[in-house]
T-cell receptor, first 113, second 115 residues
Framework: DAGITQSPRHKVTETGTPVTLRCHQT?????MYWYRQDPGHGLRLIHY???????DKGEVSDGYSVSRSKTEDFLLTLESATSSQTSVYFC????????????FGNGTRLTVT | DAKTTQPNSMESNEEEPVHLPCNHS???????IHWYRQLPSQGPEYVIH???SNVNNRMASLAIAEDRKSSTLILHRATLRDAAVYYC????????????????FGQGTILTVHP
């Protein structure tokens, strides 16, 4: 299995509080991604990174920010959590771009009350 | 982005072959066909990918139509562990700027395997 660790695995937080989710990889892959998964919507891309300090928005980036200061870590921050951000969040990595597979972590289940 | 169409659900019996279809009639000449699956309570798992020729690996086979407008994921002997949601995805290496790394997931096919 690809060396991807997401932390925390579960979190409950209150509306309006900031939350940071961490994705750590040991594969030295260049690309990292954050997805969210909700019933009826499948997996949707939030942000992705194509190198240290290089990030770009996905299809559902509003309310989220990311940072990548090291190859191995990709952080997702909810600046002021809302109930609509209750979801399961998956981190993924890939070695190169279009022709290499994505490897996913086991997810973080976030509940915003 | 080119889209894919998959059946919502399929059923199979254990130890029988399973053929999971995917239609992608608007596929471009440079789109790769990727398959992932997601077991309950886990992240998606890469299965296989291809461009034009049929592909085999330890998990499955991918049969690609000659016109590339459809493909079929073949599980040669289904096991209970193969029960999952299977996603067929097109990946375009020529998408603009830095977006060529992205994958867009649809709803997938829920595969049920009966003992």
């Amino acid at each position: 299995d690809a060396g991807i660790t997401q932390s925390p695995r579960h979190k409950v937080t209150e509306t309006g509080t900031p939350v940071t989710l961490r994705c750590h990889q040991t594969e030295n892959h260049r690309y990292m991604y954050w997805y969210r998964q909700d019933p009826g919507h499948g997996l949707r891309l939030i942000h992705y990174s194509y190198g240290v300090k290089d990030t770009d928005k996905g299809e559902v980036s509003d309310g989220y920010s990311v940072s990548r200061s090291k190859t191995e870590d990709f952080l997702l921050t909810l600046e002021s959590a809302t109930s609509s951000q209750t979801s399961v969040y998956f981190c993924a990595i890939s070695e190169s771009s279009y022709n290499s597979p994505l490897h996913f972590g086991n997810g973080t289940r976030l509940t915003v009350t | 982005d080119a889209k894919t169409t998959q059946p919502n659900s399929m059923e199979s019996n254990e130890e029988e072959p399973v053929h999971l279809p995917c239609n992608h009639s608007t596929i471009s000449g440079t789109d790769y066909i990727h398959w992932y699956r997601q077991l309950p309570s886990q992240g998606p798992e890469y299965v296989i990918h291809g461009l034009t020729s049929n592909v085999n690996n330890r998990m499955a086979s991918l049969a690609i139509a000659e016109d590339r407008k459809s493909s079929t994921l073949i599980l040669h002997r289904a096991t209970l562990r193969d029960a999952a949601v299977y996603y067929c995805i097109l990946r375009d290496p020529n998408a603009g700027g830095t977006s060529y790394g992205k994958l867009t997931f649809g709803q997938g096919t829920i595969l049920t395997v009966h003992p």
